[in-house]
């Protein structure tokens, strides 16, 4: 049974997020999306929040669960038997803080592997940062979150009048 853990913060999850776990399921048994509570990052949502949106979007996945943690990873792994972690790739900029993160996870834990997985080309310009800025100056982030996620921003973001100055 290959188990792999898919940690990220998803504040919030967006489809390039979404996209990323679809293919890890239909490659290993079992995937286990992991809601990092990282008490140096502030989030829009919080912990409890973040992991019910992720699992209202993943719903259709079988082999797909949500769970939450604190801590280091490479011990959250590790207490769940797997020595799988699974990160998203989005352009070459992403790579060098992956990199860093991947070998320092390895000089943590040796026998933790992270894989890299590069989401459908047009999600390559989400990020969570960037919808959370749309959604609140009023765009529309209706083609880049799943409907769970829109709606949610839509309830933390009232509509923000146009300004103009004269
Ligand atoms: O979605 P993000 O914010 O890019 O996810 C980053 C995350 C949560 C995977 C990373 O910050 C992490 O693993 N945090 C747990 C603490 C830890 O293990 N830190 C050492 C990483 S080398």
């Given at each position: 049974m290959?188990?792999?853990?898919?940690?990220?913060?998803?504040?919030?999850?967006?489809?390039?997020?979404?996209?990323?776990?679809?293919?890890?399921?239909?490659?290993?048994?079992?995937?286990?999306?992991?809601?990092?509570?990282?008490?140096?990052?502030?989030?829009?949502?919080?912990?409890?929040?973040?992991?019910?949106?992720?699992?209202?979007?993943?719903?259709?996945?079988?082999?797909?669960?949500?769970?939450?943690?604190?801590?280091?990873?490479?011990?959250?792994?590790?207490?769940?038997g797997?020595?799988?972690?699974?990160?998203?790739?989005?352009?070459?900029?992403?790579?060098?803080?992956?990199?860093?993160?991947?070998?320092?996870?390895?000089?943590?834990?040796?026998?933790?592997?992270?894989?890299?997985?590069?989401?459908?080309?047009?999600?390559?310009?989400?990020s969570?940062?960037l919808?959370?800025?749309?959604?609140?100056?009023?765009?529309?982030?209706?083609?880049?979150?799943?409907?769970?996620?829109?709606?949610?921003?839509?309830?933390?973001?009232?509509?923000?009048?146009?300004?103009?100055?004269?």
């Open positions: 290959r188990m792999a853990i898919y940690p990220g913060s998803f504040d919030p999850l967006t489809n390039g997020h979404l996209d990323i776990i679809q293919r890890a399921s239909k490659i290993f048994d079992r995937v286990v999306v992991a809601v990092a509570k990282n008490e140096s990052k502030s989030s829009l949502f919080s912990i409890s929040q973040r992991q019910e949106l992720v699992t209202r979007c993943v719903g259709h996945l079988p082999n797909v669960e949500v769970d939450t943690f604190t801590g280091l990873l490479v011990n959250y792994a590790e207490r769940h797997t020595d799988v972690i699974i990160r998203g790739l989005r352009a070459v900029s992403d790579f060098e803080f992956e990199f860093q993160m991947a070998l320092m996870n390895r000089k943590l834990n040796e026998h933790v592997e992270t894989i890299f997985m590069m989401p459908k080309d047009t999600y390559t310009f989400l969570s940062g919808v959370k800025e749309i959604a609140r100056l009023g765009g529309d982030v209706g083609a880049f979150v799943p409907v769970p996620v829109r709606e949610a921003l839509a309830s933390v973001f009232a509509p923000v009048p146009s300004q103009t100055t004269v």
